[in-house]
């Protein structure tokens, strides 16, 4: 196969979708992605080592990953660093599977309340669309939600919700106060050949059991099943156009740097908010010198992220919180709509989630707070498998100075310009989170937590939106209702990117909603598109389907030297000291621990090396003085430590902890918080009205 229908940049969640769609319908698709094929074999969630990796080779931080699928992105002009995964499945091999529509509210703001602007679209437009992706991705959730229009039921019955969660349940409806059942693109039930969920609580560092239905195995696999045509380990460097001004393919560099062209009559791009704008930017030639569909101005403008906080409740119960689906239990939109007089513009969205994490993630929580060595185990006691946690997600209006830019002088290893991200957190946004941590902080304690640990605003954004918005004025936006550029009619942008507001729920099943819109826009229409002139190259014969090459591996398993390895002992005694019938941390560093730890991490010998031959300092004062020079230093010499504590059999059988178990459950067909009425309140007559007004709402912040 050489010439392509269709070429998609990016094999992530939109590229999925629209790949098998198009090849269902026949048309002769090519993607290209920069990273690889992984699947459930390859993730550690049920292995020994699953948080040293999740921290480096499986960590939702590219900065950290570091691996050869990423290409460096500088939030440096940042409030928040980006998390995202390259690879085929793109960011969903690492997402929480958190399932939401947007609002019908938030797709015409500028309309409705004065702010933002209006998509070109409304929720019914993409309401069959919204149906169509749960059922191909396998969606579990409570049917009948009164905040949306009626729709289809989710394809499969809810997840059961159980223990604190329903205590938490009982706190919102005992409010009056919106919660519902979350919907998750996790299956509760057999799907498709796949295995339920079993609550290992691993789903941001990839699910083992295929549960989570990440876009590899629910579009992918089935994509390249019927002969679709899927490149790893190729890296789009920039769309290229014909003499007419119509994209005609793209260049890409495979992994041995070798460069390639693929041809194709239409293009999508699929490469996330900001993976798109990056190479939108970088195909800048002499026809179109400000980047391509860029005639507007707003390619990598009104970045969207929503700003984020967590709230944790401290429980006195152990709750064994490092287990269950990650994914979310319950949602709270009692804040989400807009409400003018509340104090902010926009709302917020309220996900409760287990704590998230094993004992190491637990230790680094303990260390973050400067815990004194002498109270480290007690409260490592009292807090590991204690808490539950609101995930809040704030409602970031667009905003053209928070933008995706080409950094001037940053490269990836292909020679493509960084992305550089630049954004700031406005005011409001602020006010929103403060509203609802306060407000979520209280329905903790009302459930019974004796205390809260809140992370406001979060460091962190998952979310990219709005880089290439949609928008019917060619003036004010860069593609039109169906995801088709309006400089370049056979050039599409099918992901995020395209968002207009980013309302405040997980955008994930929107993006998807959307990506099939366009595709069946493509198959219904593709006798009008006019294709591009055929002066292209051919792409190379015999580069299978698969992954050409594993990624180098990095040094293998060595040693520190005596001396290294008895300062790493002080220090490790100094943090972790001994306590009834357990030594202190310096005794679990012997050579076989050492030997697991670096079998696991490789990348920490040389990076421990490093560290332990610098100045001689008292333990406590080296963590210290990293804590202000080298941050990434001291997080590794503290996971490293902490890694090593918690690998031990001795420790793991004090604290109750024998890894991440599979704990297979029930789809809730006939759930009990029905019978005990605890969401009477929200299918009251009047209640969406009364809810769109706020008139539930307390406590609007000054
Ligand atoms: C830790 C984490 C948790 C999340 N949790 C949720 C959640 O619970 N719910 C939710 O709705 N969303 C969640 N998200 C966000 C969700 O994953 C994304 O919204 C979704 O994956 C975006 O889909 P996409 O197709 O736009 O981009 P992606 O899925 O990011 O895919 C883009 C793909 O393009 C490839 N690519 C980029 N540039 C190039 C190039 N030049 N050449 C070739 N290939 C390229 C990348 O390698 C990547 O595979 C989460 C994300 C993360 C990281
Ligand atoms: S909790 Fe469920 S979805 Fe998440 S990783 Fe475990 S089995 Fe997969």
């Known amino acids: 196969m050489d010439h392509a229908d269709v070429l998609i940049v990016g094999a992530g969640a939109a590229g999925g979708i629209a790949a098998r769609r198009l090849a269902e319908a026949g048309l002769a698709v090519v993607a290209l992605e920069q990273g690889d094929w992984h699947g459930p074999d390859s993730y550690r969630g049920s292995e020994w080592d699953w948080e040293l990796t999740a921290a480096r080779q499986w960590s939702t931080r590219p900065d950290l990953r570091r691996a050869k699928a990423d290409y460096p992105i500088d939030f440096s002009a940042s409030d928040m660093h980006v998390l995202n995964f390259n690879g085929v499945g793109g960011s969903t091999i690492l997402f929480n599977g958190v399932w939401n529509r947007l609002l019908a509210s938030n797709f015409d703001m500028r309309s409705r309340f004065g702010i933002a602007d209006d998509w070109p679209i409304r929720y019914e437009d993409l309401a069959s669309w919204y149906d169509a992706t749960d059922r191909s991705v396998g969606v579990s959730g409570l049917g009948g939600h009164p905040a949306y229009p009626a729709h289809a039921d989710p394809p499969l019955p809810p997840l059961p919700i159980e223990g604190k969660a329903i205590d938490i349940a009982r706190a919102m409806a005992s409010r009056g106060w919106h919660w519902w059942p979350e919907t998750n693109a996790i299956i509760s039930a057999a799907y498709d050949g796949r295995h339920p969920c079993v609550q290992r609580g691993t789903c941001s560092n990839g699910c083992n059991e295929g549960a989570k239905s990440s876009i590899d195995l629910t579009h992918w696999r089935p994509f390249a099943a019927m002969g679709g045509r899927l490149v790893t380990g190729a890296r789009a460097r920039r769309i290229t156009v014909d003499g007419q001004g119509l994209a005609n393919g793209a260049e890409w560099i495979d992994r041995a740097g070798a460069v390639h062209h693929q041809s194709a009559d239409v293009v999508l791009m699929a490469a996330n908010g900001i993976g798109t704008p990056r190479l939108l930017l970088a195909s800048a030639c002499d026809r179109f010198p400000n980047g391509l569909a860029n005639s507007s101005g707003l390619v990598g403008k009104r970045l969207m992220m929503h700003p984020s906080a967590f709230v944790h409740g401290l429980f006195p119960e152990q709750l064994r919180s490092w287990q269950g689906r990650n994914g979310s239990t319950i949602q709270c939109l009692e804040f989400a709509p807009h409400v003018a007089g509340r104090g902010y513009d926009g709302g917020a969205k309220w996900s409760l989630h287990p704590a998230g994490g094993g004992p190491l993630a637990e ?97 962190v954004g998952a979310h990219l939106m709005g880089t290439a918005r949609m928008g019917d004025d060619p003036a004010g936006s860069v593609v039109d209702r169906w995801c088709m550029a309006h400089d370049i009619p056979n050039l599409g942008v099918i992901d995020g990117s395209v968002f207009v ?115 001689e300092r008292d333990p406590v004062s080296l963590v210290d003085h990293l804590a202000e020079a080298a941050p990434l230093d001291r997080e590794l010499l503290l996971t490293a430590i902490a890694g090593v504590y918690f690998l031990d059999p001795r420790v793991r059988a004090r604290i109750g902890y024998d890894g991440q178990a599979a704990i297979p459950q029930s789809p809730d067909r006939f759930p009990a918080y029905l019978a005990e009425g605890l969401l009477d309140h929200v299918f009251a007559d009047g209640w969406h009205e009364r809810w769109e007004a706020g008139a539930s709402s307390v406590d609007a912040p000054a």
């Open 363 to 459: 230790a680094m929580r303990l260390f973050a707070t400067g815990v004194a060595p002498s109270q480290f185990h007690a409260r490592f006691d009292a807090q590991f498998g204690h808490r539950l946690k609101w995930v809040i997600l704030a409602e970031d209006l667009p905003d053209e100075a928070n933008r995706v830019e080409l950094h001037p002088e940053l490269t990836d290893a292909d020679g493509i310009p960084a992305a550089r991200i630049v954004y700031r957190t406005s005011a409001s946004v602020r006010r929103a989170l403060d509203h609802s941590v306060a407000q979520a902080s209280e329905i903790l304690r009302d459930a019974g937590a004796y205390a809260i640990e809140a992370t406001n605003p979060a460091p």
């Open 501 to 615: 507001t980013a309302g405040t729920v997980n955008p994930t099943s929107t993006i998807c909603a959307l990506a099939l819109r366009a595709a069946d826009h493509l198959v219904r229409n593709r006798g009008s598109l006019r294709p591009p002139a055929r002066s292209y190259h051919r792409i190379p014969e015999g580069l299978p389907c698969r992954n050409v090459a594993p990624d180098a591996q990095p040094e293998r398993v060595g040693a520190l030297t005596a001396d290294q390895h008895a300062r790493l002992a002080t220090i490790a005694d100094a943090l972790i000291p001994a306590v009834d019938e357990l030594p202190a941390g310096g005794a679990m560093i012997d050579g076989t621990a050492l030997q697991r730890l670096f079998a696991a991490r490789p990348d920490m010998l040389p990076e421990l090396r490093r560290i332990l031959a610098g100045p």
